[in-house]
Every structure is written in structure tokens, then in C-alpha cells.
């Protein structure tokens, strides 16, 4: 598949997340590469759009987005993360979030609760900008248990939780994303999204 992608565009040679993000697609669709094809050329076309904008990297409107929409809906969590992440890395919020949406957080998520985030975006494919959203949802779900953490010298327990399967209540995270989105004002998110479904001829 990253030969078929490579082939249709040479931009896609020079993303080094593209292995991850078009895994979950390739195992579940693998066995029809053109199906699969279609599917992972229909998803950076609708979901994806500031995935790689910026010379094959990530938008800079994602990595703001991400940050505006934690600040806004959870400025406490936001500070105290904030607070945590300073120092010489120079880790972001931004950076945290994109950790596991470059893996559309299959690193998080067992396959169950990915397949029922996957089917709430494709029967809401209307609202694209439902992806931006979820991080912070995620993070609100375990608020409690992040701002416990006090000790800057433990961040890597942060990224830790980042990078494993935990037990979560999709639909509720699913619910909360979908009242953050409803209730964030326009201009709080600086990225937007084209409605670019479905694909056209031409498009390959």
C-alpha cells in the first residue's frame, strides 16, 4: 500500500508517520488494496487535511487547534500540563496530542473502541473537525488521574500513558468530544475543513 501511495504521489515518500496512520486501514481493509486504497486517499482528503501540509509535516494550525481547544474547554488541565511540559524539550501540548493522532490512536485505543470512534466520524463525515476534538476528550477522561501528577521529572509517565491501551468509556469520550465541539466558538480553532468527500473522478 505505501508503494500505491507513493506511486499516486510522491509527497507521501517523505512522511515518516505514514506507516502508522495508514496501518489501522491496511489491517482491516487490506484485503481489497483497492478498496483500502480508495478508503486511505478518502481519509487525508476529508480527516487529514492539515496532516501534512507544511513540507509533509503536520500544519502548525493542527498543533494550535489541538492547544486552543484543551485551553478552552479545560484551561486547568491545560496550565497544569503546560507547567509539566517545560523545560529543555520543549514538548508542547501540540506535540502530545499528535503523539497518537498520527497513529489515529490505535496506540490508546483496543480495536474495539478504535472501531466505534471510526464508525461515529464516517456516519458524522459531515463534520470533519470532530479529529480535533478527541484528544482533548481523551485527556478530560482522565483528567483526575493527570492532574494528580505534580512531578516534572515524571513526564515520562505522561508520554507512558500516551503510548498503551487503557480502559476507557469510548462512548462517553465520544459524548464529550461531541458537546466540545458544539460549544466551541468558530474562532477559538484555527484550523477549518473543506467538505471533500466524496472523492471525485479524476481525483486518481
Known sequence: MLSCLAFYNEAFTKIDFLPDIIFPFVRVFGENEIICFEIILSFFAHWGQHFFQNNTKPSELLF???EKILE????????????????PESITVGDIFWTFTQTLFTDILNR?????LTDFLILHRSQ?????????????FFKDLLLDEQDKENILDIRYFMERKADVDIYKIIETMTMYSEKTPTSVVPASFLNSLPLQRGTY
Not at 473537525?129 to 478530560?140: G, H
Request: hydrophobic share 35%; charged share 20%.
Open 112 to 116: 474495539e473502541d478504535w472501531h466505534a
Open 128 to 140: 470533519p473537525k470532530f479529529l480535533l476534538y478527541f484528544p482533548t476528550a481523551y485527556f478530560s
Open 64 to 66: 494550535t487547534s489541538f
Open 72 to 87: 478552552y474547554h479545560e484551561p486547568y488541565l491545560s496550565e497544569h500540563l503546560k507547567n509539566l511540559l517545560r523545560g
